[in-house]
């Protein structure tokens, strides 16, 4: 074998590696971007791996705002701006949309069509840009992938050839995203309307399933939930009471003491929630739903309804919407009783302490902090809680607050409580 034949052999076998590197990332590329439905994540993994793949310097992936004629992105390597909106007819990455071709230029700054206006706010200099159009199944132009300046010189055929590969992972990759994102507007708007129907019920206590809600997700962030968990204690306490609206209207509304029968007719919207659920399609994350929303009247010693569950029978989503729950039913007025003092309800809450609530997740309710209270308190109110008032509290959670009204102690942070929830303060002597 010759030199220049042993040469070439050696040529072929590094570009057959080159080849087998750069496929083993394309198979990573598509293992990533199928194991995400959140399109900030999507887009942000597509821009890492084609930086990576192709080994350029930058790589920005741009989306059609059809409505608003503008390309736009999250993620551009390099710039700390959330977002980038461009006129999609301008530059490279315009052009290649409009036209629905590969645009593959040595020089950027010798191409009439390339828009420098980045490059001037942020001091970059481009200089090779492989831009390409993403699009859908259906052959619609869905936004543009845009690479700048590879490490070793000019893009290739070769580049333009696994960017295309690369293009039409991604575009199904984000087109699924947004297929899930309308999924999910359409649940979240089925939900919300479910809990505005309960509302209109009983205006009494309309706001209360809003109101339980955001106390249960300020108790799910003190625990570290992750986004899917709290978004299921999201769903799960705006629906705790939707089984009511099977609940005799004339019971629902009674003004005084329900009689026994009565309160047992009451006690079936548990069942009745858990049913309506049931019968719900909800996606796997959600499947718990019918269970955790049907238990908020289950009590940790076993007494509660409607399954009699105990301990750690009950789920531990069902344990903290019990606790803010009959907060929220405490501190607003209903049709058989007034809001009580706050540190009559913590008082009310810590009687109940693992009997029929979790003393863990009941801590963790009192450690919130009063401000956030307040702000869910008041909500709708006139009196809107500045954010100054947070100074005056500096960090006192609500157990602290109770612990200093029993106290005495009624310094400024109680007095400026008392002015957005006035119900009166108890004389502890």
């Known amino acids: 074998m010759t030199g220049k034949e042993l040469k070439d052999l050696q040529k072929k076998n590094d570009n057959l590696r080159g ?42 992936v741009y989306l059609l705002d059809e409505e608003k004629k503008e390309l736009y992105n999250w993620v551009s390597h390099g710039l ?161 009471d939707l089984g009511k609206i099977g609940v005799k209207e004339s019971i629902l509304q009674k003004p005084t003491k329900l009689t026994r029968e009565e309160f047992a007719h009451i006690q079936t919207h548990t069942l009745v929630t858990r049913k309506i659920l049931e019968q719900t399609y909800l996606q796997p994350q959600y499947r718990d739903l019918p269970l955790i929303a049907a238990s908020h009247h289950e009590n940790v010693d076993g007494t509660g309804y409607p399954d009699k569950l105990k301990g750690h029978q009950i789920p531990e989503m069902a344990k903290i919407i019990a606790i803010v729950d009959v907060f929220d039913a405490f501190t607003y007025k209903r049709q058989y009783s007034t809001p009580v003092s706050i540190e009559k309800a913590v008082d009310l809450l810590e009687q109940n302490r693992d009997t029929k609530f979790d003393s863990y997740f009941l801590d963790v309710f009192l450690g919130l902090e009063v401000y956030d209270i307040l702000k869910v308190l008041t909500e709708g109110d006139i009196n809107e809680v500045p954010r100054k008032a947070s100074l005056i509290f500096n960090g006192m959670t609500l157990g602290q607050l109770a612990d200093s009204i029993r106290k005495g102690d009624l310094d400024g942070a109680v007095d400026e409580f008392c002015k957005y929830y006035p119900v009166r303060v108890r004389v502890y002597e």
């Not at 598509?30 to 930086?51: P, R, Y």
């Not at 490490?151 to 984000?174: H, N, P, R, V």
């Open 19 to 60: 080849w087998k590197h750069k496929l083993s990332m394309i198979l990573k590329f598509s293992s990533q971007i199928s194991s995400s439905s959140d399109i900030q994540e999507i887009v942000k993994i597509i821009a890492d791996w084609t930086n990576k793949i192709l080994e350029s310097d930058r790589c920005s």
């Open 80 to 240: 700390k701006s959330r977002e980038i909106r461009l006129p999609f007819n301008i530059g490279l990455a315009g052009h290649a949309l409009k036209t629905g071709k590969v645009i593959n230029v040595k020089n950027a700054y010798r191409d009439r069509r390339f828009n420098r206006s980045i490059d001037k706010k942020t001091g970059y200099k481009s200089k090779a840009v492989l831009c390409m159009p993403l699009k859908n199944q259906k052959g619609e132009k869905i936004g543009v992938f845009e690479v700048l300046n590879k490490k070793s010189g000019y893009f290739t055929k070769q580049d333009e050839e696994i960017l295309g590969l690369l293009a039409k992972q991604a575009a199904a990759a984000i087109e699924n995203a947004k297929l899930y994102i309308e999924i999910k507007k359409t649940f979240i708007s089925f939900i919300d309307t479910l809990s505005e129907t309960l509302d209109a019920r009983d205006p009494m206590t309309a706001g209360h399933s809003r109101r339980v809600c955001k106390y249960a997700v300020l108790v799910a962030k003190k625990l570290g939930y992750s986004k899917d968990k709290m978004e299921a204690i999201k769903y799960a306490a705006l629906l705790h």
